[in-house]
């Protein structure tokens, strides 16, 4: 009997052991040994001409560029997966459909609650977008948006465009544009042809957008300079950590 017990006793034992073992090992990781052992970086953008775009069949942009070298600096092939916007990037990475941001996501403290931004950095604002318009002055301060129309996408720009009405008291004609077909620079296109007065968007794409369409006019400010970055999800420290060793040797492309 007593001998059956120690039996029972000793199995009960391995087993714990087994089960403690079982659960450090086989937890949901998925750092930068498990990417390299599948051989290929995930990363989630925006199709945009300043993020990634496809032309002629190959795909170009800033941000794909730099995440193909930092793919490469890895040993790792890239596979790029598009949201349609900034939320749907957080909620892939974080759903582990992909293993990094690679855009410049604004740096913020709830998103820092649940992400570890790493790798790029940039300093952005946004600004109105406007065409120059010889009969009439364009606009030189955010008090002169009250009573215009501004169309923007949901997001970011939305959100700044409503802090900023309720700093002057209200009285900017906020359009939320949620049809997903309809992009940034769509609004940006529209504004160079006279179909809408004004948009918001990021200084970088505006200025980018200027070289193309002349008669734009990019330079009224309406948020403080903002921090954005890469990100990866918080149980990533080692591919947060090969990100920003990579950046700190590369940063003479930002």
């Known amino acids: ?8 006793l000793i199995l009960f034992s391995l087993l714990a052991c087994k089960n403690v073992h079982t659960s450090q090992t ?22 945009s001409s300043t993020s990634y775009f496809i032309y002629r069949g190959q795909e170009m942009g800033f941000q794909y560029e730099l995440s193909e070298q930092f793919a490469r600096s890895l040993g790792l ?13 957080v909620s892939k990475l974080k759903d582990g459909k992909g293993d990094m941001i690679a855009y410049s996501l604004p740096v913020t403290k709830r998103m820092k609650d649940s992400l570890t931004y790493c790798g790029l950095e940039v300093i952005t604002h946004q600004v109105i977008v406007q065409q120059n318009n010889q009969k009439a002055d ?4 955010v008090t002169q948006l009250i009573g ?17 009405d309720k700093e002057l008291g209200g009285g900017i004609k906020i359009h939320k544009v949620t049809n997903d077909s309809i ?3 769509d609004l ?25 369409y002349h008669n734009i006019n990019i330079k009224l400010s309406v948020s403080f300079d903002q921090r954005a970055s890469w990100a990866v999800r918080k149980d990533c420290p080692l591919l947060a950590k090969a990100a920003n060793d990579w950046y700190k040797k590369n940063n003479d492309f930002s």
């Not at 937890?27 to 925006?46: H, R, W």
């Not at 890239?78 to 749907?88: Q, T």
């Open 188 to 212: 940006i296109i529209q504004v160079a042809d006279g179909k809408i007065q004004y948009t918001v968007c990021d200084n970088d794409l505006a200025k980018l957008n200027s070289t193309y």
């Open 26 to 47: 086989d937890a949901n990781v998925y750092d930068l040994p498990q990417i390299k052992d599948s051989g290929e970086l995930v990363v989630l953008t925006l199709y």
């Open 138 to 141: 364009p606009l030189k301060d």
């Open 148 to 164: 215009k129309d501004v169309y923007v996408k949901p997001g970011k720009y939305y959100d700044r465009l409503v802090n900023l």
């Open 77 to 89: 092939k890239l596979r790029v997966e598009v949201a349609k916007n900034i939320p749907e990037l």
């Open 183 to 185: 992009t940034v620079e």
């Open 1 to 8: 009997m007593h001998k059956l017990l120690l039996i029972c």
